[in-house]
Nanobody, 129 residues
Framework: QVRLVESGGGSVQAGGSLTPSCLVP???????????MAWFRQAPGKEREGVAV???????TYSDSVKGRFTISKDNAKNTLNLQMDSLKPEDTAMYYC????????????????????WGQGTQVTVSL
């Protein structure tokens, strides 16, 4: 099992930016390099939803709600998965989680939480008007 640690959440006003980061331990560097990794979010009373995924082949896919505003990236030197979030809206308020699977996920199944084996504890993002 890979221990994922998120950081970089916070509170901003609408229109602002945040860049949460997910750290993968150095001992799991190989796993990091060959895995599919994604960001999910969960607001109170709502189901966990997929936000963005970085595929094993380097492909990137986004949910319709964040497309054009969020950018997912990997920093191989630092073993981190990052999520640049711009033009934030109050509806982006949620706990954000990173997740990892050794599988290649094709099509829309990337957004199914049950496809991922390892999860972080989450970082809170709050966007106010």
């Amino acid at each position: 099992q890979v221990r994922l640690v998120e950081s970089g959440g916070g509170s901003v006003q609408a229109g602002g930016s945040l860049t949460p980061s997910c750290l993968v331990p150095e001992t799991s560097r190989y796993v990091f390099s060959v895995s599919t990794m994604a960001w999910f979010r969960q607001a109170p009373g709502k189901e966990r939803e997929g936000v963005a995924v970085f595929g094993r082949d380097g492909s990137r896919t986004y949910s319709d709600s964040v497309k054009g505003r969020f950018t997912i990236s990997k920093d191989n030197a630092k073993n981190t998965l990052n999520l640049q979030m711009d033009s934030l809206k109050p509806e982006d308020t949620a706990m954000y989680y990173c997740a990892l699977t050794r599988l290649s996920l094709l099509g829309d199944i990337w957004s199914a939480p049950e496809r991922y084996n390892d999860w972080g504890q989450g970082t809170q993002v709050t966007v106010s008007l």
